[in-house]
């Protein structure tokens, strides 16, 4: 008999996640709220080790609705697929977006595939009516935001 399969489902699902505290997710208005979200939602034994991409996804209050881990990367690289992140972002109805990855090597100064990466996701939410509010770099003591600096 012939597969009559046509297409797979794709769903979002919620898991709470009970260590996380609510007050912490609530009116992310600045940079420095959203490195302390990033920071509770990180693989923080990784942040040294290799490169890793996030995004966090708000709604119209600037509370998180939800986040995901995009990509793992290299020493010095992680490759991240713009159609990852729009497409959660649309999954859980999110309005506003915030991007994080780390370096390794301690450095804060943005690479050109990190402007590059920041430039595609500010014109793929204009698209979609999804707002970049900042794109983070961390490293284990700090962190840079293009938003701060101006780039956003």
């Known amino acids: 008999m012939k597969n009559r399969f046509i297409a797979n489902e794709l769903r979002v699902s919620y898991h709470k996640n009970l260590e996380l505290s609510v007050e912490n997710f609530k009116n992310v208005n ?13 693989d923080t034994d990784e942040m040294e080790v290799r490169e890793s991409f996030y995004a966090i996804f708000f709604n119209s209050k600037l509370d998180v609705i939800g986040y995901r881990k995009i990509a793992d990367g290299g020493i010095d690289a992680v490759y991240v697929d713009t159609r990852l992140i729009m497409s959660s972002a649309l999954l859980c109805n ?13 450095t804060l100064k943005p690479s050109g595939a990190d402007r590059q990466i ?16 900042d794109h983070l770099i961390l490293t284990e003591q700090t962190y840079y935001s293009f938003r701060d600096e101006g780039y956003i």
């Open 30 to 42: 600045n940079s420095k709220l959203m490195e302390k979200v990033f920071r509770m939602i990180w």
């Open 94 to 106: 999110a309005i506003r977006i915030g991007v994080a990855h780390n370096h390794p090597s301690g």
């Open 118 to 133: 920041t430039r595609k996701l500010i014109e793929a939410g204009k698209i979609l009516d999804i707002q970049v509010l």
